[in-house]
T-cell receptor, first 117, second 112 residues
Framework: AQSVTQLDSQVPVFEEAPVELRCNYS??????LFWYVQYPNQGLQLLLK??????LVKGINGFEAEFNKSQTSFHLRKPSVHISDTAEYFC???????????????FGKGTLLTVNP | SQTIHQWPATLVQPVGSPLSLECTVE??????LYWYRQAAGRGLQLLFY??????ISSEVPQNLSASRPQDRQFILSSKKLLLSDSGFYLC???????????FGSGTRLTVV
């Protein structure tokens, strides 16, 4: 079984400040890792994903995340946020398939990022 | 291109009424399809997934059911809605490890 913990339910920041949204996971198998963004009353949009290779992953809208296997973390960062980054952010993991796993995604409970002027 | 359609966008239904939400996928064949529910403060919960026509797996016991009558169609249903069925329902399909999941735009269901 897999689980995802997003340590902060809400993160308020000022515009142009840096931000880090924390995500820890647990799994007995190797995983893929994802960050999604959700704007109000919309579906989820993929920000970035880690499949393999370099542990620093760059995504859309200037976001990046670093996979740390020893700490089982996948924190999301942005050096300078904009008002338009205000949204809910979800960290998710899936197994790597095979054995009938069916690639199910397990989500964290989300972090609401509010960027204030 | 590969797209996913989900409707309706919003729905207000009385307790005890039936429910049918539809999701269709274009531009792919034999996709893995998923229904998620998002309740306030509880993140996204996987309800059902399907790996093929007529193949449905349920993740949690509940008042809902799912069906896959065609390869690219996934339907979420209920015979009698409960207040606790309110939430934001998202359909998704898995497009392989290079692309990950694609989500529909969601249905906001309010049971009154």
């Amino acid at each position: 079984a897999q689980s995802v913990t997003q340590l902060d339910s809400q993160v308020p920041v000022f515009e142009e400040a840096p931000v880090e949204l924390r995500c820890n996971y647990s799994s007995s198998v190797s995983v893929y890792l994802f960050w999604y963004v959700q704007y109000p009353n919309q579906g989820l949009q993929l920000l970035l994903k880690y499949l393999s290779g370099s542990t620093l992953v760059k995504g859309i809208n200037g976001f990046e995340a670093e996979f740390n296997k020893s700490q089982t973390s996948f924190h999301l960062r942005k050096p300078s946020v904009h008002i338009s980054d205000t949204a809910e952010y979800f960290c998710a993991v899936s197994d790597r398939g095979g054995g009938g796993s069916n690639y199910k995604l397990t989500f964290g409970k989300g972090t609401l990022l509010t960027v204030n002027p | 291109s590969q797209t996913i359609h989900q409707w309706p966008a919003t729905l207000v239904q009385p307790v005890g009424s039936p429910l049918s939400l539809e999701c269709t996928v274009e531009g792919t064949s034999n996709p893995n399809l998923y229904w998620y529910r998002q309740a306030a403060g509880r993140g996204l919960q996987l309800l059902f997934y399907s790996v093929g026509i007529g193949q449905i797996s349920s993740e949690v016991p509940q008042n809902l059911s799912a069906s896959r009558p065609q390869d690219r169609q996934f339907i979420l249903s209920s015979k009698k809605l409960l207040l606790s069925d309110s939430g934001f329902y998202l359909c998704a399909w898995y497009a392989g490890s290079d692309y990950g999941y694609t989500f529909g735009s969601g249905t906001r269901l309010t049971v009154v």
